[in-house]
C-alpha cells in the first residue's frame, strides 16, 4: 500500500507544483533587487572632523584634508543635513609628523549657521555611481 501512495500521479503533481511556486518566487525576487541595483545611487562617503570659525551673519569650516588626493564632491552634509557649498578656498600644503601631506580647506556652506568654535561632523559623498557598476568593479577588482 504504501507504495502505492509513493508513486501516486496526484502526490507527484503537488510536489511539482510547490517546486514552481519557490522557484518563480526567486525569479521574482532576483527580478526586483536588479531594478533596485539599476536605479539607486550609491557614493563613496568620507567622515571628517571640522571646525567652525563664525561671525554674525557667516559661518567658516575649517578642516584638514591629505594633498595627495584632490578634494572632489558630489554634495556634502554637516550634521546630516545637505548643505549647498558657497565657496571653497585651499590653504598652502604642509607636513605633518608623519611625513603626510596635508593641506587646510576652508568651504563657507550656503545658508548655514552654526556655533563658534564648534566641532562638526562633516560627511563628503564623492563618486556617484549605479549599485550594479559598483558590483561589476567589485567582481572585477577580485578577479585580478
Same mark, same amino acid.
Not at 554674525?56 to 558630489?74: G, S
Given at each position: ?74 554634495? /556634502? !552634509? &554637516?550634521?546630516?543635513? @545637505? ?9 598652502? *600644503?604642509?607636513?605633518?609628523? $608623519? ?22 561632523? /562633516? !560627511? &563628503?559623498?564623492?563618486? @556617484? ?9 567589485? *567582481?572585477?577588482?577580485?578577479? $585580478?
Amino acid at each position: 500500500m504504501r507504495e502505492d501512495i509513493k508513486y501516486n500521479l496526484n502526490s507527484y503533481l503537488q510536489k511539482r507544483k510547490k517546486h514552481s511556486i519557490l522557484v518563480t518566487f526567486l525569479f521574482l525576487l532576483f527580478i526586483t533587487i536588479l531594478l533596485i541595483s539599476i536605479t539607486i545611487d550609491a557614493y563613496n562617503i568620507l567622515a571628517i572632523n571640522a571646525q567652525t570659525f563664525c561671525e554674525e551673519t557667516t559661518c567658516e569650516i575649517v578642516f584638514y584634508w591629505q594633498a595627495e588626493k584632490p578634494l572632489t564632491y558630489d554634495f /556634502i !552634509k &554637516i550634521n546630516d543635513k @545637505k548643505v549647498e557649498v558657497e565657496s571653497i578656498n585651499f590653504g598652502e *600644503i604642509v607636513l605633518d609628523n $608623519t611625513n603626510n601631506a596635508i593641506q587646510k580647506v576652508t568651504l563657507k556652506g550656503k545658508e548655514y549657521q552654526g556655533k563658534d568654535n564648534e566641532i562638526l561632523k /562633516i !560627511k &563628503i559623498f564623492q563618486n @556617484k555611481e549605479k549599485i550594479i557598476k559598483k558590483i561589476g568593479k567589485i *567582481i572585477i577588482e577580485r578577479e $585580478t
